[in-house]
């Protein structure tokens, strides 16, 4: 059987988010079915990052034989020993380069052109991300291959809060737009809205701001919560409103939809792909319309609430990993 090597190592951080949930379900679930012999690259070596992924891997894919390498998150090795996938999961570091550390916008800004470029075939998380990856790098759209993601969030068996609330998950960066959701949201309060709304996430600076803007209407800032507590939050809002400018997939929504929690989301990136009708929708720039898209969810949350759980229900890592099968056999 041909031995697949899988870059597995965002998978073993301690709170993996993003392509390090991805790394964890999806190797768990290649684990599984256990179609092809793998080798999982838990660990880099003692060098940095960039040594070990493009000139300390190549020289163990080849010592182990690997007849295909498959990394996660964008840093595929340019020479190697057999074919190569990447997946990507967007181009965030390209518009919104303020989100990143000067060293990690730069070896993403210089890496993931040249993997793409490289590789064999490209996965991406949604035919946003492929659209983007195609137009941007000029890649071959034949050596694409669209693979969604699904629910990754065990449930964790809090209580959730006391209501109402209205809830956005996600860093508190520029890119996530909660400034217009807050704007949306005062201006609902002042309409005789009860809920509070509750941004959990990491802040990135953005808080100062946030809080002035809530004018001391009832914001929460609680800071990063674990999945046990953003489980709780989901099973407890109202409504998750996810106002951002930019995202690859959108994990988050099909989270609160496999929980039953309805959504309301900014018609901008890979959102409306990730929510289908399943979802109300605001452009991303306009309080007004953010504050409408809510109103129209709260009006709607049973419909709603049925509709997601009825999309998240068509997503599963078994299938994501199926699908991932199927693009290592194209090569194998």
């Avoid at 002042?190 to 802040?203: F, M």
């Avoid at 409103?241 to 989270?255: A, K, T």
């Avoid at 901008?268 to 009708?277: H, K, Y």
């Amino acid at each position: 059987m041909p031995l697949v090597a899988f870059d597995a190592r965002d998978a073993h951080v301690a709170m993996p988010h993003g392509s390090g949930i991805y790394a964890r379900r999806l190797s768990e679930a290649l684990r599984a079915r256990a179609a092809f012999e793998y080798w999982w690259v838990e660990r880099g070596g003692a060098g940095p990052e960039l040594w070990f992924e493009q000139f300390a891997l190549p020289r163990l894919l080849r010592s182990r034989g690997a007849r295909l390498v498959h990394t996660p998150n964008c840093f595929l090795p340019l020479r190697r020993p057999c074919p190569g996938i990447v997946t990507v999961h967007d181009l965030a570091f390209h518009d919104h380069p303020r989100d990143f550390t000067r060293r990690t916008g730069w070896k993403y800004r210089t890496f993931t052109p040249r993997a793409v470029n490289s590789a064999q075939r490209v996965i991406c998380v949604s035919e946003f991300t492929r659209r983007d990856v195609c137009e941007r790098y000029g890649a071959d759209e034949a050596r694409t291959r669209v693979i969604p993601l699904a629910p990754a969030l065990p449930e964790g068996g809090l209580p959730p809060p006391a209501g109402p609330y209205l809830l956005s998950v996600g860093d508190l960066r520029p890119k996530k737009n909660l400034r217009v959701l807050v704007r949306a949201w005062r201006s609902l309060r002042a309409e005789g809205l009860p809920h509070r709304l509750v941004l959990a996430g990491r802040d990135f600076g953005e808080g100062p701001a946030l809080r002035a803007l809530a004018g001391g209407e009832p914001l929460e800032l609680p800071g990063f919560v674990d999945d046990a507590h953003v489980d709780a939050l989901l099973r407890g809002a109202d409504l998750l409103v996810h106002p951002g400018l930019y995202e690859g997939f959108g994990l988050i929504v099909v989270e609160a939809m496999a929980r039953g929690c309805p959504v309301a989301l900014a018609r901008a990136g890979a959102l409306p792909q990730t929510g289908g009708e399943a979802a109300e929708y605001f452009a991303p720039g306009d309080p007004e319309a953010a504050a409408a898209a809510i109103g129209r969810a709260l009006e709607r949350r049973a419909e709603l609430a049925a509709a997601g759980q009825a999309r998240a229900a068509m997503l599963s890592w078994d299938e994501t990993a199926r699908m991932t099968e199927e693009v290592y056999a194209e090569l194998l």
